[in-house]
């Protein structure tokens, strides 16, 4: 089995669903020659063929529109977004029409399209290359959205999001593009939609993190069972929207305490989505406010700022030691 | 310096019928199809009947805001005829003419401007899409099955209709230039009204047509006289069987004229005068194809008459089962949200069906 980088599995699921569906195509801005710009799809149009991997002019909504089209008629299109900052001509076509067929034509029309774009600070990019914009798409009814945190997890929901038959919207955090590979078995197999994922064990508190944030939560956790002796548990959401609130409640019912990560600002975050679900369903079973981690509500700063931006180790580590006072 | 021509370009504007309803120059084929001239101006008589019944059921508040296609007859009912059934419709959403012709019932059409969504279900029309009230978002969407015919090499061609406004917007041209970069299988038809709600067109554009706007992404553009069904049907029937044969994309703009209100909501006497109005009807469609088809000793006026007492029996049918359908139930408000309901969402589901049963629903 092949150690590879996030990115590289994101490549092997989409050959993986190419090869196996001749009805998915790929589709984006110099997705096709040149493999774009993050790699993600570097070799397919050689070895698919040009009318499997398609080049596109250059417009986002143009992108997610054709998508909504291709899918209407049967075909599972899967377009990518080359920046995070770039998603948002996309919004019209995806709450107008993306989310909205299969309801208004009581299930006559249906969208399976995918729509990747990167995500997320960390990497020295250009203005408008850093944002987390999930919560916006996690508003709109009819869509899915999701986010993997390592190799494996992004090969299997990627092919769950391509195999879904309603609309995806696939974020994949540009921070762990290269960061850590892992080893990922080409099976062909998706992992479940709609389901945390319980990355640690613990019982003094519970962490819910998604996406890059993942790794400086684990690292934290790491940290205070090291020093503090704290054990903490740590759950990925992996689909952002709709959220398996069971595995979170259930944790919290054990565990008491609850912190929240994530990279995007803080108000109206879905780390308030979170905390607001917890409180209706479990307050009783909590022994300390839950506490949120985030980006501030500013403007994602250029990169000599991104670091301060975005929630480092020791944020939450203080959040977690917070919550754990008596 | 060196100064040449690099391009050069021109926009020819069509009409065969005029409003006199005359021929004028040399007939297209069609002239000579009178059973395609008697359906096409059975339909069109029908739209009309329907668009006037659907405007009194908006005054005595059996209907809400309603967009009526008064003027728009010739153009909506010719694109429909010049259309094979496995093509796909996307309107934007006056386009009862086109839609009647493709399998969309009537009561469907009140249905869905009755606030229910079973009116875009569409029984009998699988394939169209419903109406598309963001404007212009339908082109992309037409384009989008455009390439999915492409790239599974069917002979399929997908056919949009967007307003003189609608060319303002960025998925127009976005659209326009996907259908020209992808060599796509698309038609798309300016339904030129003159009038964006209370914008006229001088206000909306620089442009001498709209038509023209087809130059930028590499297409052909003609402009047709709307009102003038044989014109549009020659020049729809035209570009569908050249995107059928691989031949691409192109732009029709059809020039007709809004003699209705936007829709039942708007006052059109706030913006426009009512000599403008009435000059327009002097061009309106219907009245032009019955005078050719009298000319020609194809239509009596026994035919008329029977022609309206079954426009108003259908229409009346429509009526009926439009006011029998009720509410839907409020289940169907989550279960076509996605293919199988979410947990979070069955529990929302339940609880508002629960709170239904009580007092407080």
Known sequence: MAKVALVEAVNLALARALADDPQVVLLGEDIGMNGGVFRATVGLQERFGPNRVLDTPLAESMIAGLAIGMAAMGMRPVAEIQFSGFIYPTIDQMINHAGRLRTRTRGRLSVPMVLRAPSGAGIHAPEHHSESNESLFAHMPGIRVVMPSSPTRAYGLLLAAIQDPDPVVFFEPTRLYRLNKQEVEDNGQPLPLDTCFVLREGHDLTFVSWGAMLHETLEAARLLAETERVSAEVIDLGTLSPIDYETILESVGRTGRLVIVHEAPRTAGLGAEVAAEVAERALYELEAPIMRVTGYDVVTPFFKLEHDFMPSVDRIRRAALQVLEP | ?361
């Open chain 2, 1 to 361: 310096m060196s100064t040449t021509t690099a391009a050069r370009f021109e926009i020819k504007s069509r009409s065969y019928l005029n409003p006199e309803g005359r021929l004028v120059g040399t007939p297209p084929a069609i002239v000579s199809d009178s059973d395609l001239l008697k359906r096409l101006y059975r339909m069109m008589v029908l739209v009309r009947t329907f668009d006037s019944k659907a405007i009194a059921l908006q005054r005595t508040g059996q209907l809400g805001t309603y967009a009526s296609c008064l003027g728009h007859e010739a153009t909506h009912v010719a694109i429909g005829a010049a259309m094979m059934p496995e093509d796909v419709f996307f309107p934007m959403y006056r386009e009862y003419g086109t839609q009647l012709w493709r399998g969309v019932h009537m009561e469907e059409i009140l249905a869905f401007w009755g606030g229910d969504e079973r009116g875009t279900a569409f029984r009998d029309q699988p394939l169209d899409f419903p109406w598309a009230v963001p404007i212009a978002t339908q082109t992309l969407h037409a384009a989008g099955a455009a390439l999915a015919f492409k790239l599974r090499s069917e002979k399929r061609v997908a056919v949009t209709v967007i307003g003189d406004g609608g060319t303002s917007q960025g998925d127009f041209y976005e659209a326009l230039n996907a259908a020209g970069a992808f060599g796509l299988p698309v038609v798309f038809v300016i339904a030129n009204n003159q009038w964006a709600i209370s914008v006229p067109l001088k206000a909306q554009t620089a442009c001498e047509t709209l038509a023209q706007k087809a130059i930028a992404a590499g297409l052909p553009g003609i402009q047709v006289d709307g009102n003038d069904v044989l014109a549009v049907y020659e020049a729809v029937t035209e570009a569908v069987g050249r995107a059928r044969t691989g031949g691409g994309a192109s732009v029709i703009e059809a020039l007709t004229y809004r003699l209705s209100d936007h829709t039942t909501a708007d006052d059109a006497r706030r913006y426009r005068s009512a000599a403008e109005v009435e000059d327009a009807q002097k061009k309106e469609p219907i009245g032009r194809l019955k005078r050719l088809l009298t000319a020609r000793k194809l239509w009596s006026d026994e035919e008329e008459q029977a022609l309206i007492q079954d426009c108003q029996r259908q229409v009346d049918a429509a009526v009926h089962a439009y006011q029998a359908l009720g509410k839907p139930p409020r289940s169907d408000m989550f279960d076509y949200t996605f293919a199988e309901l979410p947990e979070s969402l069955q529990q929302e589901r339940a609880q508002a069906l629960a709170e239904e049963g009580s007092h407080h629903g």
